[in-house]
């Protein structure tokens, strides 16, 4: 059964730091770019960051760049998003997806940034 888990989200004050993990079973990410994804109350689903299958090539949208860092373990079948220097506007459940021959969603884990 293909999976994608999302796990490591929850409550920090601004400017702390999360990080989220992606496991995937079923599959193996190898061959997938890897991607993350946010979506705050009432607003639309939008593109964080994204790897390449193999890891030599990483893009983030503009609102996280040099913020959040996005990583890959092609061995343990995981994807990982760290985010630092949090911000109430990153308020969102984040979800990973796997994309390739096929595409996979997580069901998301959420994030809340806070005081």
């Known amino acids: 059964q293909v999976q994608l888990v999302e796990s490591g989200g929850g409550l920090v004050h601004p400017g702390g730091s999360l990080t989220l993990s992606c496991a995937a079973s079923g599959f193996s990410i190898s061959s997938y770019s890897m991607s993350w994804y946010r979506q705050a109350p009432g607003k639309e689903r939008e593109p964080v960051a994204y790897?390449?299958?193999?890891?030599?090539?990483?893009n983030y949208s503009a609102s996280v760049k040099d913020r959040f860092l996005i990583s890959r373990d092609n061995v343990e079948n995981t994807a990982a998003l760290q985010m630092n220097d949090l911000k109430p506007e990153d308020t969102a459940d984040y979800f990973c997806?796997?994309?390739?021959?096929?595409?996979?969603w997580g069901r998301g884990t959420q994030v809340t940034v806070s005081s």
């Open positions: 997806s796997a994309i390739g021959s096929e595409r996979y």
């Open positions: 790897i390449s299958n193999g890891g030599d090539i990483t």
